[in-house]
């Protein structure tokens, strides 16, 4: 039998073009395909075919349809065959390497989710296990972050036997970078002297200013906090606030207030906060959230609370955030999201009325 490369009559130059480039690992030259064996090599991603055949247009068609990258024929002009033989490897390598850079990313994506998932896992253990359990007091939490981490946090714990810490954390933008911030305002937060007496919460924030400006860190990242120490039997609640939204606070009758004050965020200047002590009345709720409760920053959220004051309180909270946020296909909010809520002499039936005493521990 002849080899088609002989009856195909091909100039040498062309005949000597298609033999470097048959030479090359991704590209297979065939001279007179059959449609089966066009077919076949289709199937081969990495592998573009150059169809050289002697048949008139449909035989060309049908080889283009069958997965070929490029046809020539004997009676094409040989500059026009030659550019056309060399577009088409260097397209089809192009292609090759851009496919090549996809898996590699998504790869890489998946690693990154995968390290993300563990990362929002880890955040999550930061969180507290389980909320203070006190006749007194009942407290309610939401989280939601925007990413797989964010950069809002959050910690309610009992100090002693009569005082409880809140605390929420807002760290200027998203993901593994404001993660982190609230990493390092976490673990900058101490509550007591090293004998154990309880801290003022105005140098409790000042420590956690002084500790993101000692950081030097690149940008100057700034954060939000809101610091309190509730007294359960008192209901006398001491708060330092830095560039946190005042929390907000309900009455049973319905009256709502903000409560506090706000400073200069972290992480901008040393300077001296303010401790403000504010008097919760029996049955008064209070609810201390980040600025991504409230996107519209017109007091939506406040009066989402106030509509929903009938509810318990943790209906209440996710009652109220349900009207004023929207969450995208993956179920996830425009910014970070944080609520503590706590409600002050509420007793559940069975516990005993609180002391609203204010003598000294």
């Known amino acids: ?28 030259v065939l001279y007179e395909p059959q449609f089966e064996v066009l077919e076949a090599y289709g199937l081969e991603a990495s592998v573009g075919v150059i169809a050289v055949l002697s048949g008139g247009p449909e035989e060309r068609v049908a080889a283009w349809e069958a997965g070929a990258i490029e046809v020539l024929t004997p009676d094409m002009d040989l500059d026009e065959a030659r550019v056309r033989l060399q577009t088409a ?5 192009t292609r090759l390497e851009l496919e090549q850079d996809r898996e590699r990313l998504s790869a890489q994506r998946t690693v990154l989710e995968r390290n993300l998932r563990l990362a929002a896992r880890l955040q999550r253990s930061f969180l507290p296990a389980s ?23 959050y910690d309610v714990r009992q100090l002693d036997e009569h005082h409880v810490l809140i605390a929420t954390f807002d760290a200027v933008g998203h993901g593994v970078r ?21 801290r003022d919460p105005h140098l409790v924030v000042g420590d956690l200013n002084q500790a993101l400006i000692d950081a030097h860190l690149e940008e100057y990242p700034t954060a939000a906090v809101c610091y309190a120490i509730l007294d359960v039997r008192s209901g006398e609640m001491r708060m330092a606030n830095a560039g946190h939204p005042q929390p907000i606070a309900l009455l049973p009758n319905g009256e709502k207030r903000s409560i506090g004050s706000s400073g200069l965020l972290l992480g901008i200047d040393p300077m001296t906060y303010e401790t403000d002590t504010i008097q919760l009345s029996p049955g008064e709720r209070v609810f201390f959230f980040t600025d991504g409760a409230d996107p519209g920053y017109d007091g939506g959220f406040g009066e989402q609370l106030l509509r929903h004051r009938d509810l318990e309180l943790e209906l209440q909270v996710g009652g109220a955030l349900g009207e004023v946020i929207e969450l995208d296909d993956e179920g996830r909010p425009e910014d970070d ?3 503590v809520g706590l409600c002050w002499g509420a007793a559940s039936p069975s516990a005993s009325p609180p002391d609203t005493s204010t003598e000294e521990d």
């Open 131 to 153: 909320l203070p359990d006190l006749p007194s007091v009942q407290f309610s939490t939401a989280f939601l972050p925007q990413e797989f981490v964010s950069g809002d946090s």
């Open 178 to 198: 404001a993660a982190l911030l609230t990493v390092l305002l976490r673990s900058n937060l101490e509550p007591k002297e090293p004998k154990g007496a309880l």
């Open 1 to 28: 039998m002849e080899d088609p490369r002989t009856e195909l009559q091909l100039s040498p130059a062309l005949q000597e073009d298609l033999y470097e480039v048959d030479a090359l690992p991704e590209i297979a």
């Open 89 to 93: 490897v260097a397209r089809f390598r």
């Open 337 to 339: 999201i944080t609520v």
